[in-house]
């Protein structure tokens, strides 16, 4: 049973262009969350998704960010006409049912602005 | 302002001894306390969680403790190995909301052979 999976694993891009960043969650969970991990700093969260449904985006930037989770198919971040400051460790993650499960992570997109 | 601080960046210890690393937090009411491991290149592996109501959790060689007086988790590796050398993470994880978890920045553990 695979667990969370995203791709790609690395992805560079230059200034302007757009980076697209997919994750499929456990088998059976419909849901999925978005971290961003800037170097030295510590998980921050992004966006909440259900699938067809944006539950909570209260961190993702207002502008160049957007998340789909569609009825079929992966997961997807999508950041706009990237700059600099994007390049970080993008990690998306799902949970079993109640409080007693943890959180699992996938292995995370590295994004290098260029 | 909200703060999770990890005793220290980086710790290093001897093979054979217990490692104990400090979670404190200001200006949270966290229902739930969890650590993780990080490897690097990796995403965070789930360890262990606490509930704001017990004083302390156990799993193999790891140990949580959780004292919401003093608003800190210890988080103690016994028999520690070289394979425990890792980064650590705390994360704060309120009753309500999707935006609910919290983490600190983490500290480095070296495990000396």
């Known amino acids: 049973n695979a667990g969370v999976m995203q791709n790609p694993r690395h992805l560079v891009r230059r200034r302007g262009q757009e980076a697209r960043l997919r994750c499929s969650p456990m088998k059976g969970h419909s849901h999925v969350y978005w971290y961003r991990q800037l170097p030295e700093e510590g998980l921050k969260f992004m966006v909440y998704l259900q699938k067809e449904n944006i539950i909570d985006e209260s961190g993702m930037p207002k502008e160049r960010f957007s998340a789909e989770f569609p009825k079929e198919g992966p997961s997807i971040l999508r950041i706009q006409q990237v700059v600099r400051g994007d390049s970080a460790a993008y990690f998306c993650?799902?949970?079993?049912?109640?409080?007693?499960?943890?959180?699992?992570f996938g292995s995370g997109t590295r994004l290098t602005v260029v | 302002s909200q703060k999770i601080e990890q005793n220290s960046e980086a710790l290093n210890i001897q093979e054979g001894k217990t490692a104990t690393l400090t979670c404190n937090y200001t200006?949270?009411?966290?229902?739930?306390l969890q650590w993780y491991r990080q490897d690097p290149g990796r995403g965070p592996v789930f360890l262990l969680l606490i509930r704001e109501n017990e004083k302390e959790k156990r799993k193999e060689r790891l140990k949580v403790t959780f004292d919401t007086t003093l608003k800190q988790s210890l988080f103690h590796i016994t028999a520690s190995q070289p394979a425990d050398s890792a980064t650590y993470l705390c994360?704060?994880?309120?009753?309500?909301?999707?935006?609910?978890?919290?983490f600190g920045t983490g500290t480095r553990l070296t495990v000396i052979p």
């Open positions: 993650a799902s949970r079993g049912q109640g409080p007693s499960y943890g959180y699992t």
């Open positions: 200006n949270y009411s966290p229902a739930y």
């Open positions: 994360a704060l994880e309120l009753q309500t909301g999707a935006n609910n978890l919290f």
